[in-house]
């Protein structure tokens, strides 16, 4: 009975939450959006006064953005909340420790976004792999390379594809390469996937897959053990052809390091979605790279996924708020 629950005030911190997602919580609830929760410096400063505003009293906050779920922004929420609906598989910008704490419940948007952000996985292996970024810059400046000796790249035909982390976006990269022609997929994790089998995905040693790989592909979360899993050590241990694809956070890579690989080719391109920061400066190092290519944090950006995303979110919170089990929760 929407009645009961129509003056629970739910928070969307975003104004350009999908219509779709939307309307299942105006069916509930009493919906307030933060004007906007940009990365920018600018946008963010306006958003929080905005923010600070409107959270008090919040059942529940839909969160469109990576900025973080602190204690200090619980407290000004009020003992109210009962639920955190991130709009995103990624987590890592929630205090797991302090929502426990609290008896705040969490939920995520996994599953509806992994063949989206498989397809950029792709597009990355792609444009890394066929020197997009070089082969652009040929195209603005009006000055082609034609003939045998242009810049040359590498096949996906015939490579050894290692997935680190076959979960669902994982596996859903393997699914999308199906047509071309790899030779092996190989991937490492916690623990074996009954899903490989299926897949024909070998379960290998960290080193093993890193030693094997022509393409890494990184679809892991982000946590105190993955961060800069991508490191000094572990690009030393890759073929000199290797090709890193980061599809899950920034932070899973050393930058620092996988710049020096790169700038001294000791491997041979990159592909990022993920950087450290968001937005990247434009006029960071790693820019001035001709062997990385980079993408704005795109991997969900499609009209359809963003809606599904935004109507799971919208259903976990019209469940946490009427007693029922979360779709997609996040064990805390
Ligand atoms: O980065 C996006 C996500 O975690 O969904």
Same mark, same amino acid.
């Given at each position: 009975?929407?009645?009961?629950?129509?003056?629970?005030?739910?928070?969307?911190?975003?104004?350009?939450?999908?219509?779709?997602?939307?309307?299942?919580?105006?069916?509930?609830?009493?919906?307030?959006?933060?004007?906007?929760?940009?990365?920018?410096?600018?946008?963010?400063?306006?958003?929080?006064? !905005?923010?600070?505003?409107?959270?008090?009293?919040?059942?529940?906050?839909?969160?469109?953005?990576?900025?973080?779920?602190?204690?200090?922004?619980?407290?000004?929420?009020?003992?109210?909340?009962?639920?955190?609906?991130?709009?995103?598989?990624?987590?890592?910008?929630?205090?797991?420790?302090?929502?426990?704490?609290?008896?705040?419940?969490?939920?995520?948007?996994?599953?509806?976004?992994?063949?989206?952000?498989?397809?950029?996985?792709?597009?990355?292996?792609?444009?890394?792999?066929?020197?997009?970024?070089?082969?652009?810059?040929?195209?603005?400046?009006?000055?082609?390379?034609?003939?045998?000796?242009?810049?040359?790249?590498?096949?996906?035909?015939?490579?050894?594809?290692?997935?680190?982390?076959?979960?669902?976006?994982?596996?859903?990269?393997?699914?999308?390469?199906?047509?071309?022609?790899?030779?092996?997929?190989?991937?490492?994790?916690?623990?074996?996937? @009954?899903?490989?089998?299926?897949?024909?995905?070998?379960?290998?040693?960290? !080193?093993?897959?890193?030693?094997?790989?022509?393409?890494?592909?990184?679809?892991?979360?982000?946590?105190?053990?993955?961060?800069?899993?991508?490191?000094?050590?572990?690009?030393?241990?890759?073929?000199?052809?290797?090709?890193?694809?980061?599809?899950? %956070?920034?932070?899973?890579?050393?930058?620092?390091?996988?710049?020096?690989?790169?700038?001294?080719?000791?491997?041979?391109?990159?592909?990022?979605?993920?950087?450290?920061?968001?937005?990247? @400066?434009?006029?960071?190092?790693?820019?001035?790279?001709?062997?990385?290519?980079?993408? @704005?944090?795109?991997?969900?950006?499609?009209? %359809?996924?963003?809606?599904?995303?935004?109507?799971?979110?919208?259903?976990?919170?019209?469940?946490?708020?009427?007693?029922?089990?979360?779709?997609?929760?996040?064990?805390?």
């Amino acid at each position: 009975n929407n009645t009961m629950t129509k003056n629970l005030k739910v928070l969307v911190s975003s104004n350009d939450f999908p219509a779709s997602g939307l309307k299942v919580l105006e069916e509930h609830f009493t919906v307030v959006q933060t004007k906007y929760l940009n990365f920018g410096e600018e946008g963010r400063t306006l958003a929080k006064e !905005d923010l600070l505003k409107l959270i008090p009293g919040s059942s529940a906050l839909v969160w469109l953005s990576h900025h973080p779920i602190s204690k200090e922004l619980l407290d000004r929420a009020g003992p109210q909340l009962k639920l955190v609906a991130t709009v995103s598989a990624g987590y890592n910008h929630c205090n797991l420790d302090e929502l426990k704490a609290r008896g705040i419940k969490l939920s995520n948007t996994p599953n509806v976004l992994a063949s989206a952000v498989a397809e950029i996985a792709v597009g990355l292996m792609l444009g890394a792999a066929r020197r997009f970024t070089e082969n652009l810059d040929q195209v603005h400046k009006g000055d082609w390379e034609i003939g045998f000796d242009k810049v040359l790249g590498q096949d996906i035909r015939g490579s050894t594809v290692g997935i680190i982390g076959l979960g669902g976006i994982g596996q859903a990269v393997v699914k999308r390469l199906a047509g071309f022609e790899v030779s092996k997929f190989v991937y490492t994790g916690h623990r074996e996937k @009954p899903e490989a089998k299926a897949l024909g995905a070998e379960f290998v040693t960290q !080193d093993q897959l890193l030693a094997q790989s022509d393409f890494i592909v990184l679809a892991v979360p982000l946590t105190n053990e993955t961060k800069h899993m991508i490191n000094k050590d572990t690009l030393g241990k890759m073929k000199s052809n290797a090709i890193v694809i980061n599809v899950g %956070r920034g932070d899973l890579v050393d930058q620092e390091a996988l710049y020096d690989a790169l700038k001294n080719k000791q491997i041979y391109a990159a592909g990022l979605d993920v950087t450290t920061p968001e937005p990247l @400066p434009k006029d960071h190092k790693l820019l001035t790279l001709p062997n990385l290519f980079v993408l @704005p944090h795109i991997g969900s950006a499609t009209e %359809r996924t963003r809606s599904d995303m935004a109507v799971l979110a919208a259903n976990n919170v019209v469940n946490a708020l009427t007693g029922k089990p979360l779709l997609t929760p996040v064990n805390l």
